[in-house]
């Protein structure tokens, strides 16, 4: 290996040992945020009542099933 392939390795190991620390440093404040919101009681919205779609999806999806065995009872047919 030349001197210039020793160079752009190790400058490339610093870049990446860079990028790194700094998706820690974010990671961490995301979880000290987090954690803050919890500390405060602070609910997200979606999770204080309103319905996001997917859980939209799912609530429509239990009540087909609610009502597919309300049906299966009231014709007589055991599940």
């Known amino acids: ?5 020793l160079l752009i390795a ?3 190991l610093l870049a990446l040992a860079m990028v790194t620390a700094g998706a820690l ?5 995301w979880l ?4 803050r919101e919890l500390e405060l009681g602070h609910v997200p919205p979606e999770l204080a009542g309103g319905s996001t779609e997917g859980l939209s ?4 999806a239990d009540m087909k099933e609610r009502i597919r065995k309300l049906e299966a009872i009231a ?3 055991d599940l």
């Open 57 to 60: 999806r799912i609530e429509i």
């Open 25 to 29: 440093l974010g990671w961490q404040g």
């Open 32 to 35: 000290a945020l987090k954690n």
């Open 75 to 77: 014709s007589g047919v």
């Open 1 to 5: 290996m030349t001197h210039i392939d």
């Open 10 to 12: 190790a400058s490339t």
